[in-house]
T-cell receptor
Framework: QKEVEQDPGPLSVPEGAIVSLNCTYS??????FMWYRQYSRKGPELLMYTYSSGNKEDGRFTAQVDKSSKYISLFIRDSQPSDSATYLC???????????FGAGTRLFVKA | GAVVSQHPSWVICKSGTSVKIECRSL??????MFWYRQFPKQSLMLMAT?????????EQGVEKDKFLINHASLTLSTLTVTSAHPEDSSFYIC???????????FGQGTRLTVV
């Protein structure tokens, strides 16, 4: 079993839809949770960063962490074609431990 | 957010030659930088952890003599692919974290093509 599981998709939605991206994990030591967006042939860009459980909102993006279920989500409201990219979840126990990445979900937002 | 610059963004080299990729943290110091490799439509594969002033820590299966890592200062790490072969063609990405932070910031990546 992988430490982090993420459905690779692809996920195709119409413009304006609410997108839900998810990851599950097995390591209860993970405390730091991140979402990255990666456009084709580019390095990943940090979108959201959360510590422990709870919600965090930034513009159209909301990150949720449920440590009891070992489940994290990223919601994108009013999705735009420019949101089309691969979204990677990542998590770490901190304290110098490695960051573990999900496989990435490819998202297509159609105009 | 913090800025990490990676150079070159793409390079084509002949089989058997060596290629050096630079990773710089522009507005923060990074005692640790990470090097990843990414194949098309796949996630990031950690190759090694670069530590300033000491030897890099390589992941299992990564040849340390082939992928030379040097972290000579708090803002610069280099990855040298020695005696490159076509199977080394890939997208190489570095990341760094400001001291005391956990979130990693990535360079723009280097696409290496070995012909």
């Amino acid at each position: 079993q992988k430490e982090v599981e993420q459905d690779p998709g692809p996920l195709s939605v119409p413009e304006g839809a609410i997108v839900s991206l998810n990851c599950t994990y097995s390591n209860s030591a993970f405390q730091y949770f991140m979402w990255y967006r990666q456009y084709s042939r580019k390095g990943p860009e940090l979108l959201m960063y959360t510590y422990s459980s709870g919600n965090k909102e930034d513009g159209r993006f909301t990150a949720q962490v449920d440590k009891s279920s070992k489940y994290i989500s990223l919601f994108i409201r009013d999705s735009q074609p420019s949101d089309s990219a691969t979204y990677l979840c990542a998590m770490s126990a901190g304290g110098g431990f490695k960051t573990i990445f999900g496989a990435g979900t490819r998202l297509f937002v159609k105009a | 957010g913090a800025v990490v610059s990676q150079h070159p963004s793409w390079v084509i080299c002949k089989s058997g030659t060596s290629v050096k990729i630079e990773c710089r943290s522009l507005d923060f110091q990074a005692t640790t930088m990470f090097w990843y490799r990414q194949f098309p439509k796949q996630s990031l594969m950690l190759m090694a952890t670069s530590n300033e002033g000491s030897k890099a820590t390589y992941e299992q299966g990564v040849e340390k003599d082939k992928f030379l890592i040097n972290h000579a200062s708090l803002t610069l790490s280099t990855l040298t692919v020695t005696s490159a072969h076509p199977e080394d063609s890939s997208f190489y990405i570095c990341s760094a974290s400001p001291a005391g932070n956990t979130e990693a910031f990535f360079g723009q990546g280097t696409r290496l093509t070995v012909v």
